[in-house]
């Protein structure tokens, strides 16, 4: 499965609620809700890029790790600027968007 480069729309938009859950696993393409690696504490959410198995873009093979970047890389803090990420740190897989009520849709 391909994903589709920076042109494409982001998964979520500002003010957008969302409703994330445990994964049995993560794909690539997943939007998934992980802990910064550089600031314990802090979730973000972005998107499944490689999984564990893939080579990176940084050239290293994914052993329980994600690459996760954002939608609009040119503002994204992301796997281009602190890595892979463990698979231990992604906390859930976003499903379904509820709020704002025209925006509501599963992803």
């Known amino acids: 499965m391909e994903v589709e480069g920076p042109s494409m729309r ?11 859950v445990v994964p049995a696993r993560v794909r690539r393409g997943d939007i998934v809700v992980v802990e910064h690696p550089e600031r314990p504490g802090l979730d973000i ?22 690459w996760i970047e954002g939608d609009e890389p040119e ?28 925006r509501v849709r599963l992803v």
């Open 45 to 66: 959410v972005k998107r499944v890029v490689n999984v564990s198995g893939d080579v990176a873009p940084d050239g290293f093979a994914l052993v329980d790790q994600v």
């Open 10 to 20: 982001p998964a979520l938009e500002p003010g957008d609620w969302a409703i994330a």
């Open 75 to 102: 503002s994204s803090t992301d796997s281009r600027r602190f890595g892979p990420v463990a698979m231990d740190r992604v906390r859930g897989r976003v499903r379904l968007v509820w709020w704002p009520p025209e």
